[in-house]
Protein backbone atom coordinates (compact mmCIF):
# COMPACT_ATOMS: atom_id res chain seq x y z
CA UNK A 1 0.00 0.00 0.00
CA UNK A 2 1.51 3.33 -0.92
CA UNK A 3 1.83 5.74 2.01
CA UNK A 4 -0.51 8.86 -0.13
CA UNK A 5 -3.19 7.19 -2.32
CA UNK A 6 -4.88 10.47 -5.03
CA UNK A 7 -6.96 9.60 -7.94
CA UNK A 8 -4.86 10.57 -11.10
CA UNK A 9 -8.03 11.78 -12.86
CA UNK A 10 -8.48 13.49 -15.16
CA UNK A 11 -11.06 15.24 -13.49
CA UNK A 12 -13.38 16.94 -16.08
CA UNK A 13 -16.04 20.13 -14.52
CA UNK A 14 -17.73 23.17 -15.95
CA UNK A 15 -16.78 26.40 -15.32
CA UNK A 16 -17.96 27.51 -12.23
CA UNK A 17 -18.78 24.19 -10.31
CA UNK A 18 -17.05 23.14 -6.87
CA UNK A 19 -14.03 20.83 -7.52
CA UNK A 20 -13.38 18.66 -4.56
CA UNK A 21 -10.11 16.97 -4.30
CA UNK A 22 -8.88 13.97 -1.99
CA UNK A 23 -6.12 12.07 -0.39
CA UNK A 24 -5.85 9.46 1.61
CA UNK A 25 -2.90 8.04 3.63
CA UNK A 26 -1.15 5.96 6.08
CA UNK A 27 1.21 6.88 8.31
CA UNK A 28 -0.53 7.93 11.47
CA UNK A 29 2.93 10.20 12.30
CA UNK A 30 2.21 12.98 9.64
CA UNK A 31 0.67 16.17 11.09
CA UNK A 32 1.80 18.76 8.07
CA UNK A 33 -0.62 18.65 5.13
CA UNK A 34 -0.03 20.83 2.19
CA UNK A 35 -1.41 21.28 -1.11
CA UNK A 36 0.72 22.06 -4.20
CA UNK A 37 -0.60 23.42 -7.93
CA UNK A 38 1.77 22.69 -10.91
CA UNK A 39 1.17 23.88 -14.28
CA UNK A 40 2.10 22.25 -16.82
CA UNK A 41 6.54 22.06 -17.52
CA UNK A 42 6.82 24.08 -13.94
CA UNK A 43 7.25 23.63 -10.51
CA UNK A 44 4.84 23.20 -7.54
CA UNK A 45 3.26 25.53 -6.32
CA UNK A 46 2.21 25.78 -2.28
CA UNK A 47 -1.23 26.89 -2.36
CA UNK A 48 -2.42 25.41 1.24
CA UNK A 49 -0.35 24.62 4.46
CA UNK A 50 -2.32 22.73 7.46
CA UNK A 51 -1.02 21.42 10.62
CA UNK A 52 -2.84 18.88 12.47
CA UNK A 53 -6.47 18.38 11.57
CA UNK A 54 -9.31 21.26 11.03
CA UNK A 55 -10.09 23.18 7.97
CA UNK A 56 -8.38 26.00 6.97
CA UNK A 57 -10.45 28.73 3.98
CA UNK A 58 -7.68 30.97 1.72
CA UNK A 59 -10.12 33.03 -1.04
CA UNK A 60 -11.72 30.24 -2.82
CA UNK A 61 -9.57 27.36 -1.72
CA UNK A 62 -10.92 25.38 1.49
CA UNK A 63 -8.43 22.56 2.92
CA UNK A 64 -9.63 20.23 5.31
CA UNK A 65 -7.69 17.31 7.20
CA UNK A 66 -9.02 14.38 9.01
CA UNK A 67 -6.41 12.50 10.71
CA UNK A 68 -8.95 10.20 12.56
CA UNK A 69 -9.69 8.93 9.03
CA UNK A 70 -6.16 9.88 7.69
CA UNK A 71 -8.18 11.87 4.54
CA UNK A 72 -7.43 14.95 3.27
CA UNK A 73 -9.51 17.25 0.76
CA UNK A 74 -9.37 20.54 -1.18
CA UNK A 75 -12.19 22.27 -2.42
CA UNK A 76 -11.96 24.80 -5.07
CA UNK A 77 -15.11 27.48 -5.34
CA UNK A 78 -16.58 28.67 -8.74
CA UNK A 79 -13.56 27.03 -10.42
CA UNK A 80 -12.26 29.22 -13.32
CA UNK A 81 -10.33 27.77 -16.40
CA UNK A 82 -7.04 29.02 -14.76
CA UNK A 83 -7.16 26.25 -12.30
CA UNK A 84 -6.62 23.61 -14.63
CA UNK A 85 -3.66 21.99 -13.46
CA UNK A 86 -2.40 18.98 -11.54
CA UNK A 87 -2.76 19.27 -7.57
CA UNK A 88 -0.49 17.16 -5.37
CA UNK A 89 -1.31 16.74 -1.77
CA UNK A 90 1.62 16.48 0.38
CA UNK A 91 2.66 15.47 3.67
CA UNK A 92 5.71 15.28 6.13
CA UNK A 93 5.81 14.05 10.15
CA UNK A 94 7.84 16.35 12.13
CA UNK A 95 11.59 16.07 11.95
CA UNK A 96 11.33 14.23 8.15
CA UNK A 97 13.71 11.69 7.98
CA UNK A 98 13.85 8.93 4.78
CA UNK A 99 9.97 10.18 3.51
CA UNK A 100 11.12 13.55 3.39
CA UNK A 101 7.88 15.63 2.00
CA UNK A 102 6.01 12.55 0.58
CA UNK A 103 3.60 13.50 -2.33
CA UNK A 104 0.46 12.36 -3.57
CA UNK A 105 0.58 11.23 -7.38
CA UNK A 106 -1.07 14.33 -8.32
CA UNK A 107 -4.92 14.90 -9.80
CA UNK A 108 -5.14 16.34 -13.17
CA UNK A 109 -7.85 18.92 -13.62
CA UNK A 110 -9.33 20.33 -16.25
CA UNK A 111 -12.20 23.11 -15.84
CA UNK A 112 -14.26 23.31 -18.80
CA UNK A 113 -15.38 27.10 -20.15
CA UNK B 1 12.43 38.59 -3.91
CA UNK B 2 13.40 36.33 -6.44
CA UNK B 3 12.32 32.77 -6.59
CA UNK B 4 14.28 29.35 -6.60
CA UNK B 5 16.50 29.17 -9.72
CA UNK B 6 17.55 26.00 -11.30
CA UNK B 7 19.93 25.69 -13.62
CA UNK B 8 20.34 24.20 -16.32
CA UNK B 9 16.39 24.02 -17.68
CA UNK B 10 16.88 21.21 -19.97
CA UNK B 11 19.85 18.29 -20.21
CA UNK B 12 20.07 15.72 -22.25
CA UNK B 13 23.15 13.28 -21.14
CA UNK B 14 23.68 9.39 -22.47
CA UNK B 15 24.14 6.26 -20.28
CA UNK B 16 27.06 6.19 -18.12
CA UNK B 17 27.52 9.59 -17.86
CA UNK B 18 27.50 12.13 -15.03
CA UNK B 19 25.39 15.13 -14.30
CA UNK B 20 25.16 18.32 -11.67
CA UNK B 21 22.57 20.31 -11.51
CA UNK B 22 22.60 23.55 -9.43
CA UNK B 23 19.80 25.13 -7.57
CA UNK B 24 19.77 29.02 -5.70
CA UNK B 25 17.13 29.32 -2.62
CA UNK B 26 15.02 31.70 -2.15
CA UNK B 27 17.47 34.53 -0.29
CA UNK B 28 17.50 33.63 3.66
CA UNK B 29 16.58 30.16 3.19
CA UNK B 30 18.71 27.76 4.61
CA UNK B 31 17.24 24.37 4.04
CA UNK B 32 17.03 23.09 0.50
CA UNK B 33 15.63 19.81 -0.89
CA UNK B 34 15.96 17.78 -3.97
CA UNK B 35 12.97 16.04 -5.32
CA UNK B 36 12.98 13.62 -8.59
CA UNK B 37 9.31 13.58 -10.43
CA UNK B 38 8.65 10.98 -12.94
CA UNK B 39 5.32 9.80 -14.31
CA UNK B 40 5.14 6.47 -13.05
CA UNK B 41 6.46 7.27 -9.39
CA UNK B 42 5.43 10.92 -8.77
CA UNK B 43 7.70 13.50 -6.74
CA UNK B 44 10.10 11.40 -4.45
CA UNK B 45 12.38 12.59 -1.89
CA UNK B 46 16.26 12.57 -2.83
CA UNK B 47 17.51 14.58 -0.07
CA UNK B 48 17.90 17.79 1.99
CA UNK B 49 20.55 19.93 3.25
CA UNK B 50 20.91 22.16 6.13
CA UNK B 51 23.98 24.56 6.51
CA UNK B 52 25.87 22.65 4.40
CA UNK B 53 25.08 19.32 5.95
CA UNK B 54 22.66 16.55 4.69
CA UNK B 55 19.64 16.54 7.51
CA UNK B 56 17.32 13.93 5.45
CA UNK B 57 17.92 11.34 2.68
CA UNK B 58 15.47 9.72 0.61
CA UNK B 59 15.99 5.64 -0.92
CA UNK B 60 17.65 6.44 -3.63
CA UNK B 61 21.30 4.85 -4.59
CA UNK B 62 24.47 6.01 -4.11
CA UNK B 63 24.51 7.49 -7.51
CA UNK B 64 22.71 10.32 -6.20
CA UNK B 65 24.55 13.09 -4.15
CA UNK B 66 24.63 16.06 -3.23
CA UNK B 67 26.40 19.22 -1.29
CA UNK B 68 25.51 22.51 -0.07
CA UNK B 69 27.81 25.38 0.51
CA UNK B 70 28.12 28.24 2.85
CA UNK B 71 25.66 30.89 1.01
CA UNK B 72 22.82 27.86 0.84
CA UNK B 73 23.40 27.19 -2.91
CA UNK B 74 23.25 23.59 -3.50
CA UNK B 75 24.11 20.87 -6.13
CA UNK B 76 23.08 17.67 -6.77
CA UNK B 77 25.24 14.99 -8.50
CA UNK B 78 23.83 11.87 -10.26
CA UNK B 79 27.12 9.60 -11.62
CA UNK B 80 26.59 6.67 -13.97
CA UNK B 81 23.16 7.61 -15.49
CA UNK B 82 20.57 5.33 -16.32
CA UNK B 83 17.95 5.55 -18.72
CA UNK B 84 15.79 5.02 -15.80
CA UNK B 85 17.45 8.33 -14.50
CA UNK B 86 15.01 10.24 -17.00
CA UNK B 87 13.16 12.70 -14.63
CA UNK B 88 11.98 16.35 -13.42
CA UNK B 89 14.40 17.39 -10.88
CA UNK B 90 12.67 19.73 -8.48
CA UNK B 91 14.08 22.05 -5.92
CA UNK B 92 12.64 23.59 -3.24
CA UNK B 93 13.73 25.92 -0.42
CA UNK B 94 12.47 26.78 2.92
CA UNK B 95 13.08 28.72 6.12
CA UNK B 96 15.03 27.07 9.01
CA UNK B 97 12.26 26.28 11.38
CA UNK B 98 12.57 22.63 11.06
CA UNK B 99 12.71 19.87 8.52
CA UNK B 100 9.56 19.71 6.75
CA UNK B 101 7.30 21.91 8.89
CA UNK B 102 8.07 25.19 6.87
CA UNK B 103 6.61 26.05 3.61
CA UNK B 104 8.79 24.76 0.76
CA UNK B 105 9.09 26.72 -2.48
CA UNK B 106 9.87 24.80 -5.53
CA UNK B 107 12.09 25.87 -8.33
CA UNK B 108 11.16 25.36 -11.88
CA UNK B 109 13.48 22.24 -12.16
CA UNK B 110 15.74 20.69 -14.75
CA UNK B 111 14.60 18.21 -17.14
CA UNK B 112 17.38 15.37 -17.42
CA UNK B 113 16.84 13.23 -20.79
CA UNK B 114 19.10 9.50 -20.64
CA UNK B 115 19.52 8.39 -23.95
Known amino acids: QKEVEQDPGPLSVPEGAIVSLNCTYS??????FMWYRQYSRKGPELLMY????GNKEDGRFTAQVDKSSKYISLFIRDSQPSDSATYLC?????????????FGKGTHLIIQP | KAGVTQTPRYLIKTRGQQVTLSCSPI?????VSWYQQTPGQGLQFLFE???????NKGNFPGRFSGRQFSNSRSEMNVSTLELGDSALYLC??????????????FGPGTRLTVL
Open chain 2, 92 to 105: ASSLERGAFTDTQY
Open chain 1, 27 to 32: NSAFQY
Open chain 1, 50 to 53: TYSS
Open chain 1, 90 to 102: AMSAPGGGADGLT
Open chain 2, 27 to 31: SGHRS
Open chain 2, 49 to 55: YFSETQR
